[in-house]
T-cell receptor
Framework: DAKTTQPTSMDCAEGRAANLPCNHSTISGNEYVYWYRQIHSQGPQYIIHGLKNNETNEMASLIITEDRKSSTLILPHATLRDTAVYYCIVRVAPPNTGKLIFGQGTTLQVKP | NAGVMQNPRHLVRRRGQEARLRCSPMKGHSHVYWYRQLPEEGLKFMVYLQKENIIDESGMPKERFSAEFPKEGPSILRIQQVVRGDSAAYFC??????????????FGPGTRLLVL
């Protein structure tokens, strides 16, 4: 699976949008971009994933560049409960999938 | 629809004892994955199982660790003769069998193992 690069940490003011970048310059055509987060040692929580097109769900939006070499996770109105470590993972398309390879992620601190 | 369940949530063992960690996947899921998170470190893949089959065990330590996912009942991660270095959080994830984008992994709350 392709390697990802994320900033180590970011701050965001409560109520503002949090934009978390991820570089995956070696991504292959059949690899998806997944985002998970881990709140204070809880189990990782699935947020969103995409292949080429931008995606939106009730939690977040995922913007993938046209060349697919980078993406941005957007939390539109961050709250204190969004403070967590956010992981960007690229993963081969199913059905030949299996393990998720977690990097160090981005520690997002939402401040009042 | 209940999520992934793991028990126990906390487990204390003395060196040399055995630890058994259980994982019940989400309803309708037949794929189970185990990950380990050592203190202050990231999550590392251990093993991927389908019912009665081990698909990928590339992340499992060569000795003392084993995993199973029987036809009936939960998946079990077994650690024999535990050592202090086994102290960690162990997370289980499950995914449905359909393939495609529906094969997202959903994680349980984890089991915190402490070896004294």
């Amino acid at each position: 699976d392709a390697k990802t690069t994320q900033p180590t940490s970011m701050d965001c003011a409560e109520g503002r949008a949090a934009n978390l970048p991820c570089n995956h310059s070696t991504i292959s055509g059949n690899e998806y971009v997944y985002w998970y987060r881990q709140i204070h040692s809880q189990g990782p929580q699935y947020i969103i994933h995409g292949l080429k097109n931008n995606e939106t769900n009730e939690m977040a939006s995922l913007i993938i560049t046209e060349d697919r070499k980078s993406s941005t996770l957007i939390l539109p109105h961050a709250t204190l409960r969004d403070t967590a470590v956010y992981y960007c993972i690229v993963r081969v398309a199913p059905p030949n999938t299996g393990k998720l390879i977690f990097g160090q992620g981005t520690t997002l601190q939402v401040k009042p | 629809n209940a999520g992934v369940m793991q028990n126990p949530r906390h487990l204390v063992r003395r060196r040399g004892q055995e630890a058994r960690l259980r994982c019940s996947p989400m309803k309708g899921h037949s794929h189970v994955y185990w990950y380990r998170q050592l203190p202050e470190e990231g999550l590392k893949f251990m093993v991927y199982l389908q019912k009665e089959n081990i698909i990928d065990e590339s992340g499992m330590p060569k000795e003392r660790f084993s995993a199973e996912f029987p036809k009936e009942g939960p998946s079990i991660l077994r650690i024999q003769q535990v050592v202090r270095g086994d102290s960690a959080a162990y997370f289980c994830a499950s995914s449905p069998p359909q393939g495609g984008s529906q094969e997202t992994q959903y994680f349980g709350p984890g089991t915190r193992l402490l070896v004294l």
